[in-house]
């Protein structure tokens, strides 16, 4: 149990982890891909600031050599820009897509103009500090603005009175319409003067209009300025985009988000699913076990065509089901085990069948002849003489004797199997028991035919916890067993002897011995045997309560006999058998 629950907790887990490191790189990914999106759209409205700052981030300086993302060249290149790299001394250690017109060192003075007009020469400039280093480097992104020069001209060519020319007016309208622009004119206070172009409104602010100047977006922004009537001009042009990139980013990152989504709806579903297969079909396999052993069909789980569905080729558990392999181990362990007690169930009732024949017949005879002689004394058609009725009568009494025997043995039998006897356990001094038994033998007129012998092996054994009443039925068994099966004149010694911690009894005999279906067959009850030949006495229970009686005092019996050898029957009770039969007294 413990087992499956281990590996069931690391199946579950190592799934979870690996479930949320799914999760995890898909949250990554959609983070990456948001940015992504964020980033070019911001390269979109307005290129030269997020161009910079994706440039410094990226542009690596180390031991004076740097690394720069050639991707990035191409779209300086493409954008008509020129990058420059400045040391601490104002001196260019990198250029790209330069002019030739650029300097190789700018000067202090140089610097601060560049700082104040954002300018050099012809070239608009957007710089940043990157001071991650020990020595701080600058970075200069460079730019033409033609647009620029166009609005000089125009200030200069149609200015009248710091606007445009009613002359003019038509012709500076059609250079707008070309140049998708407007144009612009601001007062000294920040008023409207005068607008052209398409992006015509009724009032434009001065600060969008700033707006535009700092984050030009979709627009290019060109500001000139009448020193004699403080006019402010200011062009404004659109862009050249991509047509397909119109939309909104915000709508990108729905979509992005819609697709992600999918995706992880996809993941969910298809782990269920393997879920579902994993676990459902070993559950489902289970169920059916379940109603086959219900059915008593323990056969079909141990079929070969079943488990080659389990077993692979090597005999190991198939993958799919590796997580349920103790509960197969153990389905296999009941089957056979049901199997084995369905087959152990048929052999006892086939035994209590013979065991019940064998009474009936055991008893039949000895009935007959009481029934027999009872209805001959009934019937008083026959004069008896004296010896006639006696001998009548000592039939008779043998007979009840046999029977009264018989259902002795079988109400003990039964006794021993429940350990249903009120007898205590006792100290027994296990050698005199023996010894007397012996005696008891020796002196019986009846038993002329056998030698009884006894000896103590060693020191005298010490004493044995157990039941003297059923330790001098087991050795009365033994011996008369050993008497009713050999020749006469057979030697038969009884032992007993201590070995550390256990006691042995001997009963050994130099008869005619058994051969190996008699020996592994001698305690089933009324097992007589195949030899014809050997009397044929007593209820056939005798060895059966003789191993009954040496495994209620928790001993072992061992017999080692072969045909014209003589036979061995060795008893091995623990001396500790107090402890353990304690739990057998019944008071």
């Given amino acids: 149990m413990s087992s499956i629950k281990r590996r ?22 959609v983070i990456f891909l948001i940015l992504d999106i964020l980033t070019k759209e911001e390269l979109k409205r307005n290129f030269t600031v997020g161009a910079l700052d994706l440039i410094v981030t990226e542009t690596v300086i180390l031991d004076g050599e740097i690394s720069f993302n050639s991707l990035w060249e191409q779209e300086l290149e493409n954008h008509h820009m020129w990058l420059q790299i400045l040391d601490e001394k104002g001196t260019v250690i990198y250029t790209v897509n330069g002019e030739d017109d650029l300097p190789s060192k700018y000067t202090f003075t140089e610097l601060l103009q560049i700082e104040e007009r954002q300018q050099y020469k012809d070239y608009f400039i957007t710089r940043q500090l990157d001071s991650s280093y020990d020595t701080p480097y600058l970075f200069l992104l460079g730019f033409k603005n033609d647009h620029q020069e166009l609005l000089h001209d ?9 606007l445009v020319g009613e002359a003019y007016v038509q012709e500076v309208e059609s250079q707008l319409s070309k140049l998708r622009g407007s144009l612009i004119i601001f007062n000294e206070v920040g008023d409207v003067m005068q607008t052209l172009g398409q992006a015509i409104h009724e009032r434009v602010d001065p600060v969008p209009i700033l707006a535009r100047k700092i984050e030009p977006g979709s627009e290019a922004l060109s500001i000139d300025r009448d020193e004699v009537t403080d006019y402010t001009w200011v062009l404004t042009t659109a862009r050249d985009t991509n047509p397909s990139a119109s939309s909104s980013y915000i709508q990108v990152v729905i979509i992005t988000l819609s697709v992600v989504g999918a995706f992880v709806l996809l993941l969910g579903v298809a782990f269920t699913s393997w879920h579902a297969f994993r676990y459902g079909q070993p559950l489902l396999l289970f169920v059916g076990w379940l109603e086959k052993l219900e059915a008593g069909n323990y056969d079909d789980l141990l079929m070969e065509q079943e488990k080659q569905k389990i077993l692979n080729h090597r005999g ?14 153990a389905f296999y362990s009941v089957a056979q085990k049901l199997k084995h007690s369905e087959n152990e169930k048929k052999r006892l009732e086939k035994v209590r069948e013979e065991w019940l024949a064998a009474m009936s017949h055991d008893l039949r005879t000895p009935l007959s002849s009481i029934q027999g002689y009872g ?4 019937s008083g058609q026959y004069q008896w003489s004296e010896e006639e009725l006696q001998e009548m009568g000592e039939v008779i009494s043998e007979k009840g004797a046999y029977m009264l025997q018989l259902i002795k043995d079988f109400s003990l039998t039964f006794e021993l199997k429940n350990r249903d006897f009120t007898h205590t356990f006792t100290k027994v001094d296990l050698a005199d028991l023996a010894e007397r038994t012996v005696l008891k033998f020796r002196h019986d007129a009846t038993l002329k035919e056998a030698v009884f012998a006894f000896e103590i092996k060693g020191e005298k054994p010490t004493h044995l916890y157990g039941n003297s009443r059923f330790l001098e039925r087991l050795l009365d068994n033994l011996l008369i067993n050993a008497i009713n099966h050999n020749p006469v004149g057979t030697h038969i010694i009884v032992s007993v002897e201590q070995r550390l911690d256990q006691l042995r009894l001997c009963v050994v005999d130099n008869g005619v011995g058994m051969d190996e279906e008699t020996r592994a067959n001698l305690f089933e009850r009324y097992y007589r045997g195949t030899n014809t030949e050997e009397k044929t006495d007593g209820s056939g229970l005798g060895m059966s309560i003789a191993k009954a009686i040496v495994d209620v005092h928790k001993g072992t019996i061992d017999v080692q006999s072969s045909h014209q050898n003589g036979t061995k029957i060795t008893i091995h009770f623990p001396l500790d058998s107090q402890d353990v039969s304690e739990t057998d007294r019944v008071s």
């Fill in 316 to 329: 190991k558990v198939r993958m799919r089901y590796r997580l349920y392999e103790a509960v197969i181990t």
């Fill in 8 to 29: 069931i907790a690391l199946q579950f887990s190592f799934q979870f982890i690996v479930f949320c490191l799914i999760g995890m790189i898909t949250f990554c990914i």
């Fill in 154 to 162: 125009w200030r200069t060519l149609y200015n009248d009175q710091g």
């Fill in 375 to 378: 209805q001959l004394l009934e």
